[in-house]
Structure formats: C-alpha cells, structure tokens
C-alpha cells in the first residue's frame, strides 16, 4: 500500500514538472520589447535621474492602504468562526476591532492624511 503511495506521488511530481516546463516553453516570447522590459517606477521614466524629488503623499496612502489592508485580512476568519463561538463573545469582540479601525480612519481623516488636494 505505501509502496503504491509512492508511485503515485511521484508519478504526480513529474507530471507537474512536465506540465510547468510545458507553459514555460510555450510562454516564451520571441520578441523582447524594450519599453516591456524595462522596470516601471510609479510612472517615472527609468532612464532619467534617479534622485529627483518624490512625494510622500504616494508612501503614505501605500502605507494607510496596507495598514487598513491588514486589518480587513484579519476581519474575514471572524466570520468563519461565528459558528463554533459564542456569540456575545464573537460580537463584542467585532464591535471593539471594527471600532478601532473606525477611530484610526477618522484620525487619518482628521489629520488631513486623506486629502489628496493639499
């Protein structure tokens, strides 16, 4: 039974091996385009000078998108666990995070962080 086991999954191995150096192969382009290979930088051109002046105001939406990103990440297993919990103890518990994040979007708010006119 273990030896079949093992025939089986490496059978399966090497068919993914195949199967990906396939779409590899086949996937190749035979034209290399310059505008396509060279890197893109916020819509910077690449060849000029690399030390001019970037705005913050691009990094700090990066940085609250992520944060409030992370956030909605953690919000979505709360649903999955609605079931198996007690639910006075799910609901508070969603109250109080969802409540944080609705301080930190009126602080950000506050702050003017998401004026993009300024």
Same mark, same amino acid.
């Given at each position: 039974?273990?030896?079949?086991? /093992?025939?089986?999954?490496?059978?399966?191995?090497? *068919?993914?091996?195949? &199967?990906?150096?396939?779409?590899?192969?086949?996937?190749?382009?035979?034209?290399?385009?310059?505008? #396509?290979?060279?890197? @893109? !930088?916020? +819509?910077?051109?690449?060849?000029?000078?690399?030390? /001019?002046? $970037?705005?913050?105001?691009? $990094? %700090?939406?990066?940085?609250? @998108?992520?944060? $409030?990103? &992370? !956030?909605?990440?953690? *919000?979505?297993?709360?649903? %999955?666990?609605? #079931?198996?919990?007690? %639910?006075?103890?799910?609901?508070?518990?969603?109250? @109080? @995070?969802? $409540?944080? %994040? /609705?301080? +930190?979007?009126?602080? !950000? =708010?506050?702050?003017?962080? /998401? !004026? =993009?006119?300024?």
């Amino acid at each position: 039974m273990l030896l079949i086991l /093992l025939i089986m999954s490496c059978i399966i191995f090497i *068919i993914t091996i195949v &199967v990906m150096m396939l779409a590899t192969f086949l996937s190749k382009k035979t034209i290399i385009d310059r505008e #396509k290979s060279s890197p @893109f !930088e916020c +819509g910077f051109d690449p060849m000029n000078y690399s030390r /001019l002046p $970037f705005s913050l105001r691009f $990094f %700090l939406i990066a940085i609250i @998108f992520l944060i $409030f990103d &992370v !956030e909605i990440a953690l *919000i979505l297993p709360m649903i %999955l666990i609605i #079931k198996s919990s007690n %639910l006075l103890n799910w609901s508070i518990t969603s109250l @109080f @995070f969802i $409540f944080i %994040l /609705l301080i +930190g979007l009126y602080h !950000e =708010w506050n702050q003017g962080a /998401l !004026e =993009w006119n300024n």
